[in-house]
């Protein structure tokens, strides 16, 4: 992770050395939590919030990196290294780094002051003419991810193992209000939190505001909240879109869900009027065997078909006691009647004996048919012997 932190400089005359260099303390960085900008993969700029830890930015081999810290002139687009120095080196920090605590603050938080050094007349005279005005700090650290509150300040990452690369001379300043260059002895200062220069008994001119407009009213904001605004409109943006797709789903699966219900209610209608078709048909042929049975002057109204098959039965088989039999029970033995009474009515001439003999009676009991049917058989074979006698008359 690379980061980069600003302090201010002052536009007037600054104290320079004999030989020309310009030298001046500054308060480079400090503990408490630093708003960074970074962007995501799809371009978008999104603020981040990292603490800086006491632990960890006096940490010793932090500290070290800032001892003949080298100074640029902007950020250069790689880190400084021994083979491209000689590129951008403009001056340095020239004495060990120092721990204060900056009188009037009300963060309570420790700062780190060091002097810096420029001897590059290209840099000094971009400070005097105040084109380029603050001081940033580029360095690397690990970033870790636990986030928390810190004195009532949230943040998002614990900034790890600071190494300090270089420091640059850059246009503005967006770093903490108390890290600021000192100018004199006594004691002239200078913001470095994104506003600009502010001198002993100097108003402090308000830093360029942007504009933003939100449900119908303007307001005027700095560049943190101007971008912070943008990246939140633009994830309403995208939710909005979100939705409008999903309550386009939505709509699509509620129609096919209403589609398959009324096909599930004609399908539940078509079913009902099968069923009542298959019941009718079903009570009908009841009926027809019945009356076989039954005679055609039985009343059949109103009796449930158990009802109805009980009492062919019972007019077939009066022996049969059906009480307390299941109504499996009585569907066989109704089919088995029903079915023996059809095979009566099937028999060859041999056995229309016996046939006219059910005919005539008030009721048959079927369980005697076989013994019926032998004395008929009997009586055929007798009349089959005596047919050469002229007195004896054929059984039809």
């Not at 001897?119 to 940033?136: V, Y």
């Not at 790890?160 to 004199?184: F, T």
């Not at 979100?242 to 219900?261: N, W």
Request: glycine share 6%.
């Amino acid at each position: 992770m690379q980061n980069r932190d600003f302090i201010a400089l002052d536009e007037r005359e600054l104290p320079r050395l004999p030989n020309g260099f310009l030298q001046v303390p500054a308060n480079l960085t400090r503990t408490g939590v630093f708003t960074y900008q970074t962007m995501t993969d799809s371009g978008e700029i999104k603020p981040i919030r990292q603490l800086r830890i006491h632990d960890e930015v006096f940490h010793q081999d932090s500290l070290s990196t800032l001892i003949g810290l080298p100074a640029t002139i902007d950020h250069p687009s790689e880190l400084v290294s021994p083979s491209n120095a000689k590129n951008y080196l403009v001056g340095m920090t020239s004495d060990k780094p120092k721990v204060v605590q900056v009188k009037g603050t009300s963060d309570g938080e420790d700062y780190i002051r060091q002097t810096v050094t420029f001897f590059n007349p290209d840099a000094i005279d971009l400070i005097k003419t105040r084109k380029k005005t603050a001081l940033s700090l580029g360095y690397t650290c690990d970033l870790d991810e636990t986030p928390g509150v810190w004195k009532g300040q949230p943040y998002d990452f614990i900034q790890r193992n600071i190494r300090y690369n270089h420091l640059s001379l850059v246009d503005r300043a967006r770093g903490g209000a108390e890290c600021k260059v000192i100018l004199d002895a006594e004691g002239s200062e200078f913001l470095c939190d994104g506003l600009e220069l502010i001198a002993e008994n100097k108003p402090l001119e308000k830093e360029k505001m942007k504009q933003i407009t939100y449900k119908g009213s303007s307001f005027q904001v700095d560049d943190a909240s101007f971008i912070v605004f943008n990246s939140l409109q633009r994830d309403n943006e995208e939710l909005q879109k979100s939705l409008e797709v999903e309550t386009r789903e939505k709509d699509a699966l509620a129609a096919k869900l209403d589609e398959s219900q009324d096909k599930v209610k004609s399908l539940e209608e078509s079913l009902k009027t099968d069923s009542v078709d298959k019941l009718v048909e079903a009570r009908v042929g009841l009926e027809v065997s019945a009356r076989k049975v039954l005679g055609e002057s039985e009343n059949l109204r109103g009796k449930t078909d158990r009802d109805i098959k009980v009492t062919v039965i019972k007019k077939l088989r009066p022996s049969i006691s059906l009480d307390g039999k299941s109504d499996e029970y009585v569907n066989v033995r109704f089919d088995c009647c029903i079915e023996d009474l059809s095979s009566f009515n099937n028999r060859p001439k041999l056995e229309r004996e016996f046939g006219q003999q059910i005919s005539n009676r008030d009721s048959v009991n079927l369980d005697d048919s076989e013994k019926v049917l032998e004395e008929a058989k009997a009586r055929h074979y007798q009349n089959a012997r005596n047919r050469w006698k002229t007195n004896v008359k054929e059984i039809n």
